[in-house]
């Protein structure tokens, strides 16, 4: 779904998500696994404060492995679990479902030595929009059913989903939005469909692409359109103009552009990351180790 956000829409969505904390033990961060950076809310550890929390790099499938891998290592310390999934493979969800019983083991001895026995740890998706937050709840849920009743700390019309025995979690999920204040980051979350199509020039995105491509990704411009190695250079315009007419669409380049965009967003011209871990220290992100 798209969301226009204005600074009134900001400080509501602050203000939802922090009312409906007070009513969770864990919080899960769904990123995109290609932008683990990009796909970040500014103020997420402000909104969240202390609260207890897991990072989940969604859309696994489409990221570069060995870039995930090392996201995760460097997302994850005492406080906060990074794994990365696909939220569309049922398999995935098993490893995340241990991964969580795995994190949240000490809430639950705290509750026991208490003699709260039959206490669930009650579980709450956010994250910008397009990471995969719905997509994520409905597999997590699967064949659940939400509980009815009230409870306190819920707005109206949500709805806690008994999982199993552990753990619970609010049916509708907190939506943040992303940083917009850096051109890089609107670019990659144009690339990857995080940002919806009529607030860009379609060339542009995928001049970018075919920059970023070429940097990282060197052989995956001529393994997939009919060019030849030695011509894949820069200047990036000039490339565009070439795979266009290549591509038989004469000087239709925003057709092109179109191609190239889904292309890279279905995962066609191969597994990649956006967000660069050996840029790491570029930035200045609190919640990465340096
Ligand atoms: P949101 O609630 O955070 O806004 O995101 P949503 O679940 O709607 O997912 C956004 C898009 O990302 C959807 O694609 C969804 O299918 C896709 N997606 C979610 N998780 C994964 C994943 O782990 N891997 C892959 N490859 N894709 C994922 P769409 O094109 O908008 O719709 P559709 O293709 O499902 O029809």
Not at 74 to 87: C, F, K, M, R, Y
Request: no cysteine; aromatic share 8%.
């Amino acid at each position: 779904a798209h969301i226009q956000w204005y600074p009134g829409h900001m400080a509501k969505a602050k203000k939802e998500v922090q009312s409906q904390l007070n009513a969770v033990d864990i919080v899960l961060e769904i990123r995109d696994a290609r932008i683990p950076m990009a796909s970040k809310n500014p103020m997420l550890d402000e909104i969240i404060k202390n609260k207890r929390h897991m990072i989940v790099l969604n859309k696994k499938d489409l990221a570069d492995p060995v870039q995930t891998k090392a996201w995760v290592e460097a997302l994850s310390n005492e406080n906060t679990q990074a794994i990365a999934i696909d939220s569309k493979k049922l398999s995935d969800m098993k490893i995340f479902r241990q991964a969580l019983k795995d994190f949240t083991q000490d809430i639950q001895d705290k509750w026991q030595k208490k003699g709260l026995l039959h206490k669930s740890i009650r579980i709450m998706v956010i994250g910008i929009p397009n990471v995969g937050k719905s997509t994520f709840i409905n597999q997590f849920t699967k064949h659940k059913k939400a509980q009815v009743g009230n409870k306190p700390g819920v707005t109206k019309g949500q709805q806690w989903i008994k999982i199993d025995k552990d753990f619970e979690l609010l049916d509708t999920p907190g939506i943040l939005w992303p940083k917009f204040d850096d051109q890089e980051v609107g670019d990659k979350l144009a690339l990857t469909g995080g940002i919806k199509d009529t607030h860009y020039y379609k060339d542009d995105i995928a001049l970018f692409g075919l920059e970023l491509m070429l940097h990282y990704y060197p052989d995956a411009i001529a393994k997939n359109y009919p060019i030849a190695a030695e011509e894949v250079t820069p200047p990036y315009p000039e490339l565009l103009m070439k795979l266009t007419k290549n591509m038989g669409l004469l000087e239709d380049y925003d057709r092109a552009a179109d191609r190239i965009i889904r292309d890279f967003r279905e995962g066609k011209l191969g597994r990649m990351t956006l967000d660069r871990i050996e840029e790491l220290s570029l930035y200045t992100d609190d919640d990465a180790k340096t």
